[in-house]
């Protein structure tokens, strides 16, 4: 007769309690360390594995490669039909989506530094390729001195939650039908979740981060993009500030001008 310990032991994950049976339930794994001749086959046993154990949520299994691939073309196709394949796109291009409202730039700091710290943090996360910021704030605000300078921009209209993330979302479709197996990262706090069925469906085909989620999304988000939404609450530990005081008095303390502003679409 097993003990409960012995059944503890035997189970893949924790027995489930009742109301986790229906939680959505994510399998990430690196696909160069464990690779599989038959992704298809790999996804099937993963799926059983999990029914097995009594979750029943929506099971979501991604594969990630590095940059370096030593697995042939062939097999990551296969990887990609059966919809198992993720990853940072590190030489591709990235742009980030960025709704001011919800992350303010901190006080004191340069507008202008700031996007050159975000820019390496994402560097250093493994963004390699081409970056890009698009700043989006309420209309009738004015935009931080000199940002323009480093962001594209536009203003969003009045309106719910669902009407300023479903009017950045329509820019980041654009972006996105011109940038295949390219990097998405939204830093917002109003992703509702009418619009969270559009995001879902760019996870196959785009690397995305999103820094708002619910357990029942389909997509990475909050703690992944955590690189770049600590930066706003203490940016560089201090150190930006100082930067910016010195900044300021090298432009003679106005900044830059507003001519040659770059506007989204």
Same mark, same amino acid.
């Given at each position: /007769? %097993?003990? %409960?310990?012995? !059944?503890?032991m035997d189970r893949l994950f924790? +027995?489930?309690?009742? #109301? !986790? /049976?229906l939680r959505s339930t994510y399998v990430m794994f690196d696909a160069e360390d464990f %690779?599989?001749?038959n992704p298809h086959l790999l996804k099937e046993n993963i799926l059983t594995a999990i029914k097995k154990e009594g979750y029943r949520g929506r099971i979501n299994i991604k594969g990630y490669f590095g940059? +370096? #691939?030593?697995?042939?073309q062939e097999l990551l196709d296969k990887y990609l039909e059966a919809e =198992?394949?993720?990853k940072i796109f590190e030489d591709a291009k990235t742009s980030v989506f960025w709704d001011m409202a919800g992350y303010p730039i901190p006080n004191g700091v340069d507008p202008v530094l700031f996007c050159g710290v975000m820019k390496n943090a994402l560097v250093k996360q493994g963004y390699k390729g081409e970056l890009s910021i698009y700043l989006y704030v309420d209309t009738g605000e004015l935009l931080p001195n000199g940002l323009e300078t480093c962001v594209e921009f536009d203003f969003l209209p009045e309106g719910d939650d669902y009407a300023r993330i479903s009017s950045i979302l329509v820019d980041i479709s654009f972006w996105a039908l011109s940038y295949p197996y390219s990097n998405i990262i939204v830093l917002?706090?109003?992703?509702? #979740?009418?619009? =969270?069925?559009?995001? !879902?469906?760019?996870?196959?085909?785009?690397?995305?981060?999103?820094? #708002?989620?619910?357990?029942d999304w389909l997509v990475p988000g909050e703690s992944s993009t955590l690189f770049l939404t600590s930066l706003f609450e203490d940016p560089t530990g201090g150190q930006l500030s100082a930067s910016s005081q010195k900044q300021s008095k090298i432009l003679g303390g106005g900044g830059t001008s507003s001519q040659g502003a770059k506007r989204v679409g």
């Open positions: /007769m %097993s003990t %409960s310990t012995d !059944e503890t924790p +027995k489930p309690q009742r #109301k !986790e /049976m %690779s599989s001749p940059d +370096k #691939k030593t697995i042939p =198992i394949y993720s917002s706090r109003n992703i509702v #979740k009418g619009t =969270i069925v559009a995001f !879902e469906s760019l996870y196959n085909t785009h690397g995305l981060l999103l820094s #708002k989620t619910e357990p």
